[in-house]
């Protein structure tokens, strides 16, 4: 039914019609064919000549032919098939001849568009150059005018000098030019730019990537106001401005950006530039950012570590900006002698009255108004050990101490260590002769024991107000909040509420709901919610501002306690606390602080043992000073044992006591000890446990002495670097008195819990109470159950009465000691 010919393909369409058949070439030409078909059947077979190829042969050879075909019919056939043959070698000479003439055409397009891109080339790279030369001029002239330029262009431009390699268009026909080039010459710009971005790396991305299309961006927006001020004949350049940065040795990247007054992205980037993959927030040392600082053309000025603080260290206040500030009085004086009753009734009388359900936060300080209208801010934490410790981190918090006597009793040894503390923070007294409503309450004799210690009170013709009181039932607290009032006048108290709050931490903890929360008393400034602080080693942001009453305020003014919530961390009691303006300060402070602290740890290293102290006392000649700390059950030992300590050495080595104290020993003793290496002595005192703990993860020696004699002799023999044998005592167990019963023909028998170790009959056994060693000596009876016992072990139950001793209380503490002899080899 169809015919064809090699190369040609002939199909039928779907849609043509019997007889008419589509011839498709190459090149998309077709050709419409039109086959006729017989189907009438002829019977009659006729031979006739076949000629021609192969087609006709087939349809000449009578055999072939098909039955029922006349020799007429066979002939027009065989025509018809040789004028389609030579219609289609003619057919295929003209595509030939036409296919040829297209390609010529090709090749001549070809060749005149190559000659265009030639020439295109060759103009935008002259353009090109012309932009480059540009922008050097634009640049010269800049670094010329560097004196007090905006810091934000020259940080953009900073990156673009860095990346050369792509350079920004200059202006907007520049640009529009550029563009279209790129669009025309695929081949040459386009094809780099496609390796560009096919091929990303950190510097491409930093310099001219996804950042530096942006800043491009940016630079282009001002590219063209300068160029449109050049118009416009004005003064084109924005000056930078040259900063000299004062570079501590590790500086918080954000704020080594603050103090250039860069932009902290663009900071950033430099750093990764440099290699150092550093976020806003990490600390570098100073090397890589004074590269930084020179980098963005500022001067360094190398500053040491300490000098982070500097911030803090704050202006002076003008005397006109000043403003009178409430006092604020701490109450001290002997155990027992009336401190907590005093504060407690000077609150109810003040504070409850006026307070919806007379509830009161305790918050370690609140306020109180006088009926004459003064404000008076108490701290609620009484006694010296608050106000040493306080005083030893450097804040001197107290304007005034009430010191309290019991006009029952007499002047007492904590009556004059307090008395010589508040000499020594020459600080005035106030001296509140409590109790007078006890019948034997004689409040002259106070008066004249307190001359004593040279204490002269207003009735003895002194200057020192003297006031009596009852805290009992009231007696007299208006005249000595009246005393108080009158005082403070005097001193003239003054702060300066318009600036950054200063403020000392009277107590902090950490509360389960809250977080670090801290009291802060606040000395000077406004402390306000959402400033951010430094306090000790931790910094913050105030989430909120609690008063003594519970009520959340905005802010605190000077000498108003408040609690702060917001903190990172726990700071300490006696810890001062600034406003500053940045995060990032107040961290870089904290982790100054936080690193120096540690630093003075391991600097004073394992040296705290009194014999390790005399083996370096001995190798090495410089050791002329041997520390200690002593802290005492009363003042009178501590200042004996002080005294003796002061007598001992010689010309090469010294006792030096850093710090003596009454109470038991704490887990700052502790820390006192290990900055100086020092060991502690106890006389008639403990280590309160975790101090214990402390002590001996750090490896401070705690010695406990009873006699001190033998604390002077073990000096002495650690001085000279002589230990004779020493009689050295084993602590083989701790319990804790939970009941006292009277058994007749025994008395007071103390039924105890054994905590720790064993309970020895044999043993020796010291009273404690509050880590005070109240009595000494050896047991009566150990009993477990109705049997008297040698042993009683941990965990059990035990009745215990002391050798002619029977002043026991339940919560007392019974130490249990055996003593062996040791003879002291020197390493
Ligand atoms: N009669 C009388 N008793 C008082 C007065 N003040 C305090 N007391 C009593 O003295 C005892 C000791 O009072 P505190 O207020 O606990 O004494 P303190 O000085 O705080 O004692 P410490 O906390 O142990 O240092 C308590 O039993 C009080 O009731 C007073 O003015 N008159």
Do not use: W
């Not at 810890?575 to 500053?580: E, I, K, Y």
């Amino acid at each position: 039914m169809s015919d064809t010919d090699g190369k040609k393909t002939l199909g039928l369409r779907g849609g043509a019609r019997p007889g008419n058949v589509k011839q498709s070439f190459s090149h998309g030409r077709t050709k419409n064919v039109v086959v006729e078909t017989k189907r009438k059947r002829v019977v009659v077979p006729k031979t006739g000549a076949s000629k021609g190829g192969a087609s006709g042969a087939s349809l000449g050879d009578p055999a072939k032919r098909p039955a029922g075909i006349t020799d007429a019919e066979m002939e027009r056939r065989l025509k018809a098939v040789q004028a389609a043959r030579s219609r289609e070698v003619e057919e295929a000479a003209a595509r030939e001849a036409e296919e040829k003439a297209r390609a010529e055409d090709r090749e001549r397009r070809r060749a005149e568009q190559e000659a265009k891109e030639q020439e295109e080339r060759d103009r935008e790279e002259s353009l090109k150059a012309k932009a480059e030369e540009e922008e050097r001029k634009l640049r010269e002239a800049e670094a010329a005018a560097q004196a007090a330029a905006a810091p934000a262009p020259a940080a953009a431009e900073q990156p673009q000098r860095a990346a050369p390699s792509r350079p920004a268009p200059q202006d907007a026909t520049a640009r529009k030019k550029d563009r279209d080039a790129d669009q025309r010459n695929n081949r040459n710009k386009g094809a780099d730019d496609g390796r560009r971005s096919g091929k990303l790396t950190l510097n491409q991305a930093l310099s001219g990537g996804e950042g530096g299309r942006q800043r491009s961006m940016a630079a282009m927006k001002r590219k063209q106001e300068r160029a449109r001020q050049k118009a416009m004949g004005g003064s084109v350049e924005r000056e930078k401005v040259t900063r000299t940065v004062n570079l501590p040795e590790a500086i918080v990247v954000s704020e080594l950006a603050n103090r250039m007054a860069e932009r902290v992205g663009d900071v950033v980037k430099s750093l990764m530039q440099m290699g150092m993959m550093v976020t806003q927030n990490q600390t570098i040392d100073a090397d890589t950012a004074e590269l930084i600082i020179e980098e963005f053309g500022h001067t360094v000025n190398r500053v040491s570590d300490a000098d982070v603080e500097q911030v803090i260290h704050e202006v002076e206040d003008k005397p006109e900006d000043l403003q009178p500030r409430p006092p604020v009085i701490t109450i001290m004086g002997h155990v027992d002698h009336g401190k907590t009753s005093l504060l407690d009734a000077i609150r109810n009388a003040k504070v409850v009255a006026g307070e919806a359900g007379g509830i009161t936060q305790h918050i370690g300080a609140y306020q109180v108004v006088t009926d004459t209208g003064a404000v008076l801010s108490f701290l609620d934490t009484p006694g010296h050990a608050a106000f040493t410790s306080m005083r030893s981190r450097g804040a001197q918090v107290t304007d005034i101490v009430v010191l309290v006597v019991a006009a029952d009793d007499a002047v007492m040894p904590q009556t004059v260590e307090a008395i010589n503390h508040a000499k020594a923070a020459k600080v005035p007294m106030i001296v509140a002769i409590n109790k007078i409503d006890k019948p034997g309450a004689n409040p002259d004799k106070v008066r004249t024991d307190l001359l004593q210690h040279e204490v002269i009170v207003e009735k003895m013709s002194g200057e020192v107000q003297d006031v009596e009181v009852s805290a009992i039932n009231g007696d007299g607290l208006d005249d000595l909040l009246e005393a108080i009032a009158l005082q403070s006048e005097l001193l003239e108290l003054k702060a300066n509420p318009n600036r950054a709050a200063q403020g000392a931490v009277i107590e902090a903890q950490l509360d389960v709901g809250r977080g670090p929360v801290a009291t802060v008393l606040i000395q000077n400034g406004t402390l306000r919610q959402g400033d951010i602080f430094v306090v000790g080693e931790q910094y913050g942001k105030v989430r909120a501002l609690i008063n003594d009453k519970g009520e959340r305020i905005k802010e605190a003014g000077p000498s108003v306690p408040v609690e702060v919530l917001g903190l990172n961390g726990t700071p300490e009691a006696g810890d001062v606390l600034n406003v500053t303006s940045t995060e990032a300060q107040a961290r870089e402070i904290a982790e100054y602080r936080e690193k120096a602290a540690k630093d003075k740890r391991a600097a004073a290293g394992a040296a705290t043992t009194l014999e390790q102290l005399m083996a370096n006392a001995k190798e090495n000649e410089n050791v002329s000073e041997l520390p200690i700390l002593v802290k005492a059950d009363v003042q009178g030992s501590a200042e004996a044992i002080v005294q003796a300590m002061e007598k001992i050495g010689n010309d090469e080595v010294r006792v030096r006591v850093l710090h003596s104290g009454v109470g038991a020993i704490t887990e700052t003793d502790v820390g006192l000890a290990e900055a100086s290496g020092a060991p502690i002595m106890g006389f008639n005192v403990r280590a309160n446990a975790s101090a214990r703990n402390t002590a001996n993860q750090k490896g401070v020696e705690i010695r406990y002495y009873s006699v001190i004699y033998d604390l002077v002799d073990d000096v002495k023999a650690a001085a000279s670097g002589l230990l004779s044998n020493e009689i050295k005592e084993n602590f083989i167990g701790y319990a804790n008195i939970k009941e006292v019963f009277k058994v007749t023909g025994i008395g007071k028998v103390a039924g105890c819990l054994v905590t720790e170790g064993v309970a020895r009959r044999s043993a020796g056994v010291r009273l404690l109470r509050d880590n005070v060693v109240v009595h000494e000596g050896t047991l009566k009876t150990l009993k477990r159950f109705k049997d008297e016992v040698s042993d009683v072990q941990s965990g059990q139950e035990c009745g215990m009465a002391f050798e002619n001793y029977d002043d026991i209380r339940e919560g007392d503490v019974i130490e249990i000691f055996e003593r062996e002899e040791v003879t002291r080899t020197l390493a």
